[in-house]
């Protein structure tokens, strides 16, 4: 944030001081299609902006969801595992509230530590392998239990449902899109300096609350779409009210 600040406020100073060197040479025709220009470069930063904020909007409401389907899934399992034999019923639980720990760990880990989310990931498929040996062993020894049917569904949706939201956190506006965005704020910030130095006035409060805002939508807009990183994190509330579900003693 204070990079893109710096770096705006810079390229207005720098907008403005070839303003300042180049005005003696424009004629009113010049000028009046300058200011042409500097409307035609804000509007498109202005389209920029709304077009991306309503893609990283739109990631980020899929990432709320992924969790509350995930937290569905893993319930649905939850409840199932309930109506298993006596001796898998404890363990499929159990294994069931390790995995939303897991899950619960791996949306908190920040991209800092790659090597964290790597081991997190390697515990969850372990899981996985463990869940499916264990409905398999049901199902062998009841082969036509329906309870054992419904718990290996819920099994293959809490599987499902998990790539899906992986696939959701990793679903992040093209990185050409923030590109072509910082260049037309860049722009558009080195136009409004030219422009007032054509004018010999710096209208430095106004120029100054137009970078602020600028620079608030992008940051605004990059926290959104990178959720491992910055400071808007999708809210984890249904997987902590299952886990406060699921650490309930069974009957």
Known sequence: MLVLLALLFACAEAGYRLGLCRRSRLDESAKSRLSSIQSAILALLGLLLGFTVAMSVSRYDGRKHAVVSEANAIGTAALRARLLPAPERGEAVTLLRQYVDIRLQSAQQRLLDPAALDELERKALQLHEKLWLLAAAVNSKEPQNFTTGLFITALND???????????????????????????????????????????????????????LFALTIFVIVDLDRPRRGLIRVSQISMTELKKGLDKPLP
């Open 158 to 212: 809490l599987i499902d449902v998990k790539g899906l939201r992986d696939a959701a956190l990793d679903n992040h506006v093209p990185a050409s899109v923030l590109v072509l965005l910082f260049a037309a704020a860049i722009l558009a910030v080195g136009m409004v300096g030219y422009s007032n130095g054509i004018a010999t006035h710096r209208a430095a409060v106004v120029t100054g609350m137009l970078i602020v």
